[in-house]
């Protein structure tokens, strides 16, 4: 058996919110080019019921409408995202992975036809929700704690996420918290 040194995990730690910072540093590159070719990235996003809108699942994440999506998107991608970083680069990646297929593909499934979807949304809702219920399913009072502390800081802005409005994909949002608690499902600690 090959035993970690102290400093493996944390590395990895650090290694996982690199790669959070490094996935919102892809938006913001994708938006200026996007800024500067009159937002034609846009076409890329989630087009429903659309074999050509599948593109979308992976894209759509990392375009935005304009900049004030973008902000609106990084600060909760950001505090979310690093805490599930500090799980490591495979937690990160996995929980991130999971959540954008299930998002893109519920989204191409069930919204609207002649729309196109586009925004982190999806995956901030798939990160939070997976705060919310990994303490669950891994029976963890820190992990609890610190999804009660999601659901007093975002709590309404999620559930607001989901009601129907003009120009919102709440399809993303509501796909994207299901596919959260899917994520914290699957990355459970098996139990003893």
């Known amino acids: 058996m090959v035993s970690q040194s102290p400093t493996e995990p944390r590395q990895d730690r650090i290694a996982g919110v690199q790669v959070v910072l490094a996935l919102l540093a892809a938006m913001w590159v994708l938006e200026v080019v996007d ?3 009159d937002h034609r990235l846009d076409q890329y996003g989630i087009e429903p019921r659309d074999p050509d809108g599948l593109v979308g699942v992976v894209a759509a994440p ?33 929980v991130t992975g999971i959540v954008l297929v299930i998002s893109g593909l519920g989204t191409w499934l069930v919204a ?3 729309s196109i979807h586009i925004g982190a949304s999806g995956i901030v809702f798939g ?15 820190i992990e609890i704690a610190i999804g009660l502390g999601v659901a007093a ?9 989901l009601i129907p409005q003009d120009g919102i994909s ?5 796909f994207g918290a299901v596919g959260g608690v899917l994520a914290a499902r ?3 600690r098996p139990r003893t």
Do not use: C, E, M, S
Not at 128 to 138: K, S, V, W
């Open 35 to 37: 800024v500067a070719l």
């Open 62 to 94: 990392f375009l935005h409408a304009d900049f004030g999506h973008l902000i609106a998107n990084t600060i909760p991608f950001v505090a979310l995202g690093i805490i599930i970083g500090l799980q490591g680069v495979a937690r990160v990646l996995a």
């Open 153 to 161: 800081i975002w709590g309404t802005a999620l559930l607001g996420g």
């Open 170 to 174: 709440w399809q993303g949002h509501f």
């Open 127 to 141: 990160y939070a929700t997976y705060l919310l219920a990994r303490g669950i399913f891994n029976r963890d009072v």
């Open 112 to 114: 609207p036809d002649n």
């Open 186 to 188: 699957v990355l459970a």
